[in-house]
C-alpha cells in the first residue's frame, strides 16, 4: 500500500553543520511529495513540495529533489541553525487525489545545538 | 490573510462524554481535512470536507465524524470518548483542483481524556 519511510531520529547536529533526512515513499504513479515541519506546541508548516520528476522544492536554505527512479524525497540543507531544531515530515499526496489526503512518514526529530 | 483557525487550542474530558472540535479555513479554500498525531500513530488521516461533502475518509471508528458548512467551516466529533482519543487534532485547508499543491495547518486542538 502507499506509505512514507523516513530515517530514524532524533537527529543531533552541530550549528553549521549539513543535514540530510531520507524519506522514501511507496506509491503509484507520480504522487505530489512535501516536506512539513512542526515546531514544539505548533501545527505543521509547509516546508517544500514538488509535484513532479526532477523537481526540486526549495525554501530558507533547505531543498528536496524529486528522484522518481529511487522514490526519494531527500531534505537537505547546507548549514543547520539553533533554530532549525524542530520535527520534519515528509508526505505525499496520490496522483489523481485533487482533495486533501495526505500520506505523512513518522516524523523527524532534529536538535541542533550551538 | 488569516491562517487557518482551530478552537478549542485545549481541552480535557472524560471518558464516554463527546467532543466537538472546529476549524475555520483559509479564505477562499473550499476544502478541510482532519487528521489525528499521536506519539504512537504518528499523524493519520480521519476524512476531507469539499462542498459540505465528505470526499475521503481514513480508517477510524463510526465514533469519528465530521461535517462542513456552507462558508467552509468544518467541525468534527467523537462521540463516547476513549481514553486512546487522546491526541493533537490537526486541520488543514486548501484549494482544489491542479492548483491545490499546498496544505495549510491549524495550530491543533489538543484532546486530553481522562
Known amino acids: 500500500g502507499n506509505s512514507v519511510t523516513q530515517m530514524e531520529g532524533p537527529v543531533t547536529l552541530s550549528e553549521e553543520a549539513f543535514l540530510t533526512i531520507n524519506c522514501t515513499y511507496t506509491a503509484t504513479g507520480y504522487p505530489s511529495l512535501f516536506w512539513y515541519v512542526q515546531y514544539p506546541g505548533e501545527g505543521l508548516q509547509l516546508l517544500l513540495k514538488a509535484t513532479k520528476a526532477d523537481d526540486k522544492g526549495s525554501n530558507k536554505g533547505f531543498e528536496a529533489t524529486y528522484r522518481k527512479e529511487t522514490t526519494s524525497f531527500h531534505l537537505e540543507k547546507g548549514s543547520v541553525q539553533v533554530s532549525d531544531s524542530a520535527v520534519y515530515f515528509c508526505a505525499f499526496r496520490s496522483p489523481g487525489n485533487q482533495g486533501g489526503k495526505l500520506i505523512f512518514g513518522q516524523g523527524t526529530e532534529l536538535s541542533v545545538k550551538p | 490573510k488569516a491562517g487557518v483557525t482551530q478552537t478549542p487550542r485545549y481541552l480535557i474530558k472524560t471518558r464516554g462524554q463527546q467532543v466537538t472540535l472546529s476549524c475555520s479555513p483559509i479564505?477562499?479554500?473550499?476544502?478541510v481535512s482532519w487528521y489525528q498525531q499521536t506519539p504512537g500513530q504518528g499523524l493519520q488521516f480521519l476524512f476531507e470536507y469539499f462542498s459540505e461533502t465528505q470526499r475521503n475518509k481514513g480508517n477510524f471508528p463510526g465514533r469519528f465524524s465530521g461535517r462542513q458548512f456552507s462558508n467552509s467551516r468544518s467541525e468534527m466529533n467523537v462521540s463516547t470518548l476513549e481514553l486512546g482519543d487522546s491526541a493533537l487534532y490537526l486541520c488543514a485547508s486548501s484549494l482544489v483542483g491542479p492548483e491545490a499543491v499546498g496544505y495549510t495547518f491549524g495550530s491543533g486542538t489538543r484532546l486530553t481524556v481522562v
Open positions: 479564505s477562499g479554500h473550499r476544502s
